[in-house]
């Protein structure tokens, strides 16, 4: 028996817009398997590797790391993923050249886009915290961990990414303007593209979550 069609999308949206918070809703919800490209980055950084060390210097910077190295990375990932009802792709493409290659690679469903004003996005980078190993993100305002600077499932300490000061920011800011919004005109003509305006995730969340489950069948009831 043929394998069951995987359900392939991504979300877009700039620094702090709250890709990887909305992400993991879409992953406890709708049961996909969430690939953030900058997770993958910083594992790649803490672990060393020959890759981690050319990514780490753009990366500081705020700016981004070239597109034949996110290709090859991101489509390997994607090989890797087994089974599953699909997957959940987040910080990847962000270029037109990246967006071109994996439209070669893989026949996408939907494309959500977070779109929140700069300004609050500044305001909330300043209160993240990380657990770099699995990804976990906390907000001292909006979801802080059980016990300040430590990550509530392993108890190990968080940290402040290197990318989250304020030059950093408003490189990554411009770099999001310049090189990534261009992909909404792309995947709008596509006709992929779904577009949430909003300041706040709770807010957001609900409308993401009626949309997906109009291509998918919700793993929970409630929102
Ligand atoms: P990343 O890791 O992809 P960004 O810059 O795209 O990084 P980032 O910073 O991870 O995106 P996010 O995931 O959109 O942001 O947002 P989030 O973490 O969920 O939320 C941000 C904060 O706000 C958190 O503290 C969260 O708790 C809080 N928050 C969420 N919602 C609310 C709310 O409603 N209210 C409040 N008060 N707080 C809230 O990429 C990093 C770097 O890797 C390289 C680039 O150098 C990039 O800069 N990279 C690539 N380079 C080239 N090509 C690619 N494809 C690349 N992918 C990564
Ligand atoms: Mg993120």
């Known amino acids: 028996?043929?394998?069951?069609?995987?359900?392939?999308?991504?979300?877009?949206?700039?620094?702090?817009?709250?890709?990887?918070?909305?992400?993991?809703?879409?992953v406890r919800d709708f049961g996909l398997k969430h690939l953030s490209s900058g997770d993958i980055l910083r594992s790649q950084i803490m672990n060393k590797t020959e890759l981690g060390r050319e990514a780490e210097q753009h990366m500081a910077a705020g700016g981004?790391?070239?597109?034949d190295i996110m290709v090859g990375l991101i489509s390997s990932q994607l090989q890797q993923v087994q089974g599953g009802?699909?997957?959940?792709?987040?910080?990847?493409?962000?270029?037109?050249?990246?967006?071109?290659?994996?439209?070669?690679?893989?026949?996408?469903?939907?494309?959500?886009?977070?779109?929140v004003p700069h300004e609050v996005i500044i305001d909330r980078i300043k209160g993240r915290w990380v657990h770099i190993p699995s990804g976990r993100v906390y907000n001292t305002d909006f979801n802080p961990p059980k016990k300040q600077g430590v990550d509530d499932e392993t108890g190990e300490p968080l940290t402040q990414r290197p990318d989250d000061h304020p030059e950093a920011v408003a490189r990554r800011?411009?770099?999001?303007?310049?090189?990534?919004?261009?992909?909404l005109q792309?995947?709008?003509?596509?006709?992929?593209?779904?577009?949430?305006h909003g300041t706040e995730s709770?807010?957001?969340?609900?409308?993401?979550?009626?949309?997906?489950?109009?291509?998918?069948?919700?793993?929970?009831?409630?929102?």
């Open 1 to 26: 028996m043929a394998a069951p069609k995987l359900f392939k999308m991504i979300i877009l949206g700039a620094p702090g817009s709250g890709k990887g918070t909305i992400s993991s809703r879409i």
């Open 64 to 67: 981004l790391v070239p597109d």
């Open 85 to 115: 009802r699909g997957w959940l792709l987040d910080g990847f493409p962000r270029t037109t050249p990246q967006a071109q290659q994996l439209q070669k690679m893989h026949q996408l469903d939907l494309v959500v886009s977070l779109e």
């Open 173 to 183: 800011l411009e770099t999001y303007s310049s090189n990534t919004e261009p992909l």
């Open 186 to 196: 792309f995947y709008g003509q596509l006709d992929l593209l779904k577009q949430f």
């Open 202 to 223: 709770n807010k957001i969340w609900p409308h993401v979550y009626e949309h997906l489950a109009t291509f998918l069948q919700p793993s929970k009831a409630d929102k």
